[in-house]
């Protein structure tokens, strides 16, 4: 028998239980304590998560302008059902250090849709995120 409050939580209706997988993260760690490790067509998914439309996007540092500065970042994250991107880290480099350190910050404080199962926001671990860097280069 389970005390009330304690083991996972509730699943929404027909969200296969296999799915769900207990965080063996350490306590001060904010990744979720059950989540859905992401991968596409996952059985009961009926929204993607996503960035809020209300979020700006990031801002192309001055210095990686300058400097031509180009690519795409790509990010490994935890979002928590209530939309917030917890447990981030940089997957592939876009080659320019700046340009990952903008994507880091501004994923942190950027305003996310949680992914949804029947219509149920559930945390999901193992999204990857792209952010394409790209600035037009000016004929000399």
């Known amino acids: 028998p389970q005390l009330p409050g304690f083991g996972p939580p509730a699943l929404p209706a027909g969200m296969e239980p296999g799915i769900v997988q207990a965080?063996?993260?350490?306590?001060e760690s904010e990744r979720p304590e059950f989540f859905v490790q992401w991968k596409p067509g996952l059985p009961g998914l009926t929204r993607r998560p996503a960035?809020?439309?209300a979020t700006p996007l990031?801002?192309?540092p001055e210095v990686a302008v300058r400097n031509e500065e180009?690519?795409?970042t790509s990010l490994e994250t935890c979002l928590t059902a209530d939309g917030r991107l917890v447990d981030i880290h940089l997957l592939t480099s876009s080659g320019s250090k700046t340009l990952d350190e903008a994507t880091l910050e501004w994923a942190?404080?950027?305003k996310y849709q949680p992914a949804e199962f029947n219509?149920?926001?559930?945390?999901i671990c193992g999204y990857q995120f792209d952010y394409e860097w790209r600035v037009e280069v000016k004929q000399r």
């Open 51 to 53: 960035i809020d439309k």
């Open 108 to 110: 942190k404080t950027a």
């Open 119 to 123: 219509g149920e926001p559930f945390a």
């Open 58 to 60: 990031p801002r192309y």
């Open 23 to 27: 965080s063996t993260a350490p306590p």
């Open 70 to 72: 180009m690519g795409r």
